[in-house]
């Protein structure tokens, strides 16, 4: 013992014996995370990890008993739910190791649910099909915002944050600085946007800008400048555009989200031949991979694509079409 004590080594037999929901309540308060980070957490905290290991001594946790658990969540939990809880009794195992509460994480080599493809929800519609179907399903007020999601990618929380002192439709750019963030309903600016990279400029298409100014004109600016606010003039919010303008006009969009639309953003840019490094700054992402992995989707005509481009005078000869008549 006095070995140990005198490595650093030392565990107090004692320590492990505290229960997890008040390691759990001392980890939770000294966390410096989001607002909206806190908010996710402590929510499936609440619901879906205390009820299970609450009452649990921190050294009666064991690995069988975490991998138990995440396949029980797994039968009636998103494999994406799954594994955000399972994240939080990771990381609170992780920092009663270095309390030296515990010796070792029961959550090293937990087997986790594969995510599962969300099928056609989010696959991208077409510049075309948004602006012939999508935008004459919507209420005018509502066309340049979709738009913005659209041929900007600007975020829900960077659309409804969005400022005219932002926007410069002479020089076709608008700056994201800052964003809207929803904590316990009640809405706030967030003075940065969701990572150093989302801090940007992002340029305008001509079609982008065309709306924008007739929306500046049809719709008042709204409380500190607002470009999207709602009707009293304050910050829209998202369920209540979701529930009474989304929705409906969903049908149009082949079931496409909101979020999607920023989907399309990327998808359309790679498509024409954008770099991604390119898309990467225009979305705000900090990787690359983040662009290429999640943000970009098979365009409807693919299989066109690849034809032509594999298609070339030079392959006449395989086909015989250079025969003379």
Not at 81 to 94: D, G, N
Not at 292 to 318: F, G
Request: aromatic content about 8%.
């Amino acid at each position: 013992m006095e070995a140990e004590k005198s490595r650093g080594a030392y565990l107090d037999p004692s320590a492990g014996k505290i229960l997890f929901r008040d390691h759990a309540a001392r980890w939770i308060a000294a966390r410096n995370v989001e607002l909206t980070t806190a908010a996710a957490s402590d929510s499936r905290m609440r619901c879906h990890v205390l009820p299970q290991w609450g009452d649990w001594p921190l050294i009666a946790i064991g690995y069988l008993d975490v991998q138990g658990w995440v396949t029980r969540l797994s039968e009636r939990l998103a494999p994406q739910t799954v594994v955000a809880c399972f994240r939080l009794l990771y990381s609170a195992m992780k920092a009663a190791v270095r309390a030296r509460l515990v010796a070792i994480n029961p959550c090293e080599g937990v087997s986790l649910p594969a995510r599962r493809a969300r099928g056609s929800v989010d696959a991208p519609i077409t510049r075309a099909e948004l602006v012939g179907k999508v935008l004459p399903a919507l209420p005018e007020r509502y066309r340049a915002l979709v738009l913005t999601a659209a041929y900007a990618g600007l975020r829900w929380g960077e659309c409804a944050g969005l400022r005219w002192a932002q926007v410069d439709l002479d020089a076709r750019r608008l700056v994201v600085i800052e964003t809207v963030v929803e904590v316990s309903g009640r809405l706030a600016r967030k003075l940065y946007p969701k990572s150093e990279a989302g801090r940007r400029t992002v340029p305008l298409p001509p079609v982008l800008v065309t709306h924008l100014r007739r929306h500046a004109e049809l719709v008042p600016a709204g409380a500190d400048d607002l470009v999207f606010p709602d009707s009293g003039g304050d910050f829209l919010r998202r369920s209540n555009f979701r529930r009474h303008v989304w929705v409906p006009a969903r049908a149009a969009a082949d079931s496409l989200t909101f979020h999607g639309l920023r989907h399309c953003y990327a998808t359309w840019l790679i498509t024409e031949g954008v770099p991604v490094n390119v898309v990467q700054v225009a979305l705000g992402h900090e990787r690359a991979s983040t662009t290429l992995d999640r943000y970009t989707h098979r365009p409807r005509d693919y299989e066109d694509r690849l034809r032509d481009a594999l298609t070339d005078s030079a392959d006449d000869s395989l086909t015989g079409d250079d025969r003379e008549g």
